[in-house]
């Protein structure tokens, strides 16, 4: 990932967020959100350089979007405004930083629109805003999300009855969830990689816990 005075300014500001977080009931969310916006950028990086858009810019939208969740919620309805939020904390970072006015516009919009897509917004998104949100979507469906995952649920403190239940539901939720729609060649690929690969490992964990159930 590229490493510009821009990206190197917008990381500082993402790691102030994250040293003075108080959002969160445990120190490890607080890591994970951090650790979850330096992938996010990764991910929009590559899509950036694949598709020819900003990648600088995006790499900054992308580490900042998720940045008002370091101040916290009260409610379920401040979450859902999470990305209306952290664009009100991005938007002087990027206008300090120089963007150019249409190009803060885009970064800001794309944090804005990441959450709650089906929101009535004045305006269609660009490829650029969208895929602020593929990259997202894209680094919750990826490994160590399903290692969070099963760490979140005690997993290994299961019986082997439970832990099949819990397989079969989540084997399930992803064969059947609708998926997100991808604005690029590049998402879509990555998108199908990263959640095939889940159906894959655990499709693999149920016929193990299969043979070991007598």
Known sequence: MMKTERILKTEEALRR?????RGF???WQRFYRYEHSLRVASIGAYIAREEGLD???MI???LLHDAAYFRGFRDR?????HGRNSALIARPVF??????EDMVEQMCFGISTH?????????PWTIFERTIRNADDIDRYDVYRLYETLQMVHFEEMPLSDKLGFLQNRLNFLESSPEPAMVTETAQKLWDDHLNYQIEFIGRMIKQICNTIL
């Open 60 to 62: 900054c939208a992308c």
């Open 77 to 81: 309805q401040e979450w859902v405004d």
């Open 95 to 100: 206008e300090e930083l120089g963007f150019p």
């Open 115 to 123: 959450v709650d897509e089906e929101k009535d917004f004045p305006r």
């Open 17 to 21: 967020e994250f040293e003075n977080g």
């Open 55 to 57: 990648e600088e810019a």
């Open 25 to 27: 009931d445990y120190d």
